[in-house]
Nanobody, 121 residues
Framework: QVQLVESGGGLVQPGGSLRLSCVAS????????MSWYRRAPGKERELVAS????????DYAGSAKGRFTISRDNTKNALYLQMNTLKPEDTATYFC??????????????WGQGTQVTVSE
């Protein structure tokens, strides 16, 4: 059974930091492009950052560049998002997403259930 379980969200003051984690099971993690998305209240879900299956190549949304760092540990089937200098506009539910490469057995995309991040005084 495929699972993506996010954790690490919470309430943090502006300027603070959080580290989100996403632990995967049920598929070959190293064959998937992994991403973090977020959905703020009243807004569409948006891409935050993505990372290649191996090698660490990453892309970031403009709002995340210079403040967030995406990483992964394929030995632990884990995806991370280090978020620094958080702003109130970063308040959202954060989701991890797994997209298969051509080497994966299944063409299906997987989503986690999300973890809430609230940036407020």
């Amino acid at each position: 059974q495929v699972q993506l379980v996010e954790s690490g969200g919470g309430l943090v003051q502006p300027g603070g930091s959080l580290r989100l984690s996403c632990v995967a099971s049920g598929f070959t993690f190293s064959l998937y492009v992994m991403s973090w998305y977020r959905r703020a209240p009243g807004k569409e879900r948006e891409l935050v950052a993505s990372i290649a299956p191996v090698g660490g190549m990453a892309d970031y949304a403009g709002s995340a560049k210079g403040r967030f760092t995406i990483s992964r540990d394929n030995t632990k089937n884990a995806l991370y998002l280090q978020m620094n200098t958080l702003k109130p506009e970063d308040t959202a539910t954060y989701f991890c997403k797994a997209v298969p490469t051509s080497l994966a057995w299944s063409p299906l995309t997987y989503w986690g259930q999300g973890t809430q991040v609230t940036v407020s005084e």
